[in-house]
């Protein structure tokens, strides 16, 4: 079993502060310390290597490599920018609509009971990829917060990875 992680300012752990945990959070099948950043190298690469969903004009969406529950996505601008007031007006519109989209394509896929949806902003809010900003989607059902610990634990299967993309890249 996994014990609730303190984090510094952060007061007494609950149940969304060890969902959003900073040493489990989003880093992509590119992510090499020597290649700087994940998020912006990802669209260079296939889709299938780097689990992208979607790609709009100025976001594209990819699943999470360690996901908290299946399906679990980020929607993350082209443009390396860290801070959500740094989006440009176009940027910010599609953001929302491909969360928008996401959601409606992970229920009609997974008839997911709801979401949490959300971005850290910076390394004291949680966030493991802090320089480029990416908002969370992550669908729920009731119950699942019980197989949390152990999700946490298991090791993530290339092969289900795969076929939750093609599931859900092809409902897109
Ligand atoms: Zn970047």
């Not at 729920?140 to 299967?157: C, E, Q, S, Y």
């Amino acid at each position: 079993m996994t014990e609730p992680v303190p984090q510094d300012g952060a007061g007494v752990p609950d149940a969304l502060q060890r969902l959003w945990t900073p040493h489990r959070l989003a880093y992509v099948q590119a992510s090499k310390p020597d290649e700087g950043c994940p998020f912006c190298n990802a669209p260079s690469q296939s889709d299938e290597d780097t689990l992208v969903l979607a790609r709009g004009e100025s976001v594209y969406a990819l699943l999470n490599l360690y996901p908290y529950n299946p399906g679990h996505l980020m929607v993350v601008p082209y443009r390396h920018v860290a801070d959500y007031t740094d989006l440009t007006p176009e940027e910010t519109v599609e953001l929302a609509r491909f969360t928008q989209r996401a959601m409606a394509v992970v229920r009609e896929v997974s008839s997911a009971h709801g979401f949490n949806i959300g971005m850290n902003q910076g390394v004291i809010a949680g966030a493991g990829i802090a320089a480029h900003l990416h908002q969370h989607v992550v669908p729920r059902w009731g119950g699942d917060a019980n197989f949390m610990p152990i999700i946490g634990h298991t090791k993530v299967l290339p092969q289900l990875l795969t076929e939750t993309r093609k599931l859900l890249a092809n409902a897109w």
